[in-house]
């Protein structure tokens, strides 16, 4: 279904625009423009995994960096062939898992870093609709951002929900015993605002980097969008990345950013070239993730000659 979802987006994406031109476009972006980019997408990758690691660690899950890294970028890598925005967190929970045994706080530290992350898109733009004074006229945008920001928070009452609204013969069971399981690892987190407000302080530093390279690559693409707009359009396309109905943000993303750039009198090519460039360099740091695989892989096969 994300396949058929994502061919149908991008075959009217290319009925509609030059497909051409915006090729094009993205094989001119300015060199130094794309090396800026990669180096802001290795920096927002380090601060992601240190602010999975400060969850981990007031959980007292022990587990070094360097293993907290490996299993961020294999399961990275890994969630670019599964839905967008869950795959990749569903990789890394079961990664920490097979190390760690703890299946409950493993899903409970990637879930509030996502929840966090979120929040973050939300704040951002926020941030970016008052630097722009643009009022917020339509009641679905205002009851949409309630609600994910509702969602947020009663994730740290999770015990509380489970108890509610899952019966007590389903809560005995075995996955009703994960369930409650991870409700409790959930709900510990009310107990930690401080790493709660440290934890998101890195989430808007992470969202903040996305947003400029989004602008770097425009400036590389020879956009003359101010900053303070893609303050207001980049979140939504985030947000867009996260929801799990495209392949590897291909398709439902790039229409997103298309329609809204195209207030700014910004041509489709261009915002076509813009959002497909957004993805690919996200992909493109998502390749350390497929080297350690291979390694890992390589060093299986190994021991399996070994034992042969």
Do not use: C
Not at 40 to 63: K, T, Y
Not at 104 to 114: G, H, K, M, P, Q
Not at 252 to 266: D, F, N, T, Y
């Amino acid at each position: 279904m994300r396949l058929a979802i994502t061919v149908a987006i991008l075959a009217y994406l290319a009925s509609t625009l030059d497909m051409r031109a915006a090729s094009l476009a993205v094989l001119r972006v300015d060199r130094a423009y794309l090396a800026l980019v990669l180096f802001l997408v290795a920096l927002d990758r380090a601060v992601m995994i240190l602010r999975w690691v400060l969850l981990l660690r007031s959980s007292n899950v022990e587990v070094s960096g360097v293993a907290a890294a490996r299993i961020f970028l294999v399961s990275s890598f890994v969630g670019s062939f599964l839905p967008a925005g869950v795959g990749g967190d569903a990789a890394r929970a079961y990664g920490l898992t097979r190390a760690k045994r703890d299946g409950a706080e493993a899903l409970a530290s990637v879930a509030i870093d996502r929840v966090l992350g979120i929040v973050a898109l939300l704040a951002m733009g926020a941030t970016g609709l008052i630097a722009t004074a643009t009022a917020v006229t339509d009641w679905r945008v205002g009851a949409g951002v309630a609600l994910l920001l509702t969602a947020s928070v009663a994730i740290l009452w999770a015990d509380a929900v489970v108890s509610t609204l899952v019966p007590g013969s389903v809560r005995a069971g075995r996955m009703g015993t994960k369930l409650v399981s991870l409700g409790a690892a959930l709900s510990r987190y009310r107990a930690r605002p401080a790493t709660l407000l440290h934890v998101f302080s890195w989430s808007i530093a992470v969202q903040l980097l996305r947003i400029i390279q989004a602008y770097a690559l425009g400036l590389g693409l020879g956009l003359t969008v101010p900053f303070r707009y893609y303050l207001v359009f980049m979140p939504v396309g985030l947000l867009m990345l996260l929801l799990p109905i495209s392949v590897s943000g291909f398709g439902a993303p790039q229409a997103m950013i298309v329609w809204l750039m195209r207030p700014l009198g910004v041509p489709d090519e261009q915002a076509f070239a813009l959002s497909t460039l957004i993805v690919l360099t996200g992909l493109a740091g998502n390749l350390p993730g497929l080297v350690l695989w291979l390694r890992d892989a390589r060093g299986e096969r190994t021991k399996e000659l070994t034992k042969g």
